[in-house]
Nanobody
Framework: QLQLVESGGGLVQPGGSLRLSCAGSVVPLDYYAIGWFRQAPGKEREGVSC????????QYADPVKGRFTMSRENAKTTVYLQMNSLRPEDTGIYYCAAYPRVSGCSRVPDDYDRWGQGTQVTVSS
């Protein structure tokens, strides 16, 4: 059973950067789509980005395009979310999630059936 563990969250000033990691317990993650989601207080969980772990086109939500980059390590056990030019509205709990997928990926939370515990990202001066 695939388990996911996020890390890398923290407090950062506006304009700063963070890199989140999502480590999977299954080697490799080739046949899963991986997504990053975030949830701010009082708001619904939203899809930030996604990719199929085996590679292919990444998808990004409009508010993060050009600032966030999703990638994976060569050993295919960890997926990253590099977040640059952070803004206060990026604050929230960030989750990675996965579901079996042959091609493509989704930014819809209900499509995912495996979730990490989340990591807090706070952007504030």
């Amino acid at each position: 059973q695939l388990q996911l563990v996020e890390s890398g969250g923290g407090l950062v000033q506006p304009g700063g950067s963070l890199r989140l990691s999502c480590a999977g317990s299954v080697v490799p993650l080739d046949y899963y789509a991986i997504g990053w989601f975030r949830q701010a207080p009082g708001k619904e969980r939203e899809g930030v980005s996604c990719m199929r772990s085996r590679g292919g086109i990444r998808q990004y939500a409009d508010p993060v395009k050009g600032r966030f980059t999703m990638s994976r390590e060569n050993a295919k056990t960890t997926v990253y979310l590099q977040m640059n030019s952070l803004r206060p509205e990026d604050t929230g709990i960030y989750y990675c999630a996965a579901y079996p997928r042959v091609s493509g990926c989704s930014r819809v939370p209900d499509d995912y059936d495996r979730w990490g515990q989340g990591t807090q990202v706070t952007v504030s001066s």
